[in-house]
């Protein structure tokens, strides 16, 4: 048994996940996403907090939104008993993976929980220029290995996804700040 401590950054104070509010055009699709890195939580909570307060006062509101990071256990034991999907590096695979859970919002996998690469806000624009197919046809090699090597993969941060809620009820949270 290993427990495994994940973070989640965000604007929303909550007191259960409810991975149905998730955006359906992410990385790897609808659900809750945590990272085993605490600054890569607070990054994603105080830059939504900031792009948030923006948008209330450009709508003549005043800047409230609060930056929250959660932090949960997870006992890895669990992943025996669930539909898991590893990626261990960003490869071909993982590419074609995020690429269909961007752009496709109607299906979504099966899997309980999805485990790789964040393909972050630091990747945006080489996923945007590969999804517009600057680097070529998506489905092509050279675009693929393009895109890889454009998005510097050894400092992407990895990232756990819970797609359903039987994944994030084995969640522990133990603390919220």
Do not use: C
């Amino acid at each position: 048994m290993a427990i495994i401590k994940l973070y989640h950054g965000t604007i929303y104070d909550f007191d259960a996940i409810d991975v149905s509010r998730g955006k359906p055009w992410k990385d790897f699709g609808r659900g809750f996403y945590a990272s085993r890195t605490e600054s890569q939580a607070q990054r994603l909570a105080i830059r939504n907090r900031n792009f948030e307060n923006d948008l209330l006062v450009e709508n003549g509101g005043r800047p409230n939104a609060q930056a929250w990071v959660y932090t949960y256990e997870f006992d890895d034991d669990n992943l025996a008993k669930l539909s898991v999907k590893e990626f261990t590096e960003p490869n071909e695979e993982w590419v074609r993976f995020v690429v269909k859970n961007r752009t496709n919002r109607k299906h979504q996998h099966d899997y309980d929980i999805v485990i790789g690469p964040t393909a972050n806000d630091d990747t945006n624009v080489v996923v945007q220029a590969f999804m517009n197919r600057i680097y070529g046809d998506t489905n092509s090699f050279r675009a693929i290995q393009t895109f890889l090597d454009n998005i510097l993969p050894e400092r992407l941060p990895y990232q756990m996804f819970f797609g359903t809620k039987r994944a994030a009820d084995l969640l522990r949270r133990i603390g919220r700040r």
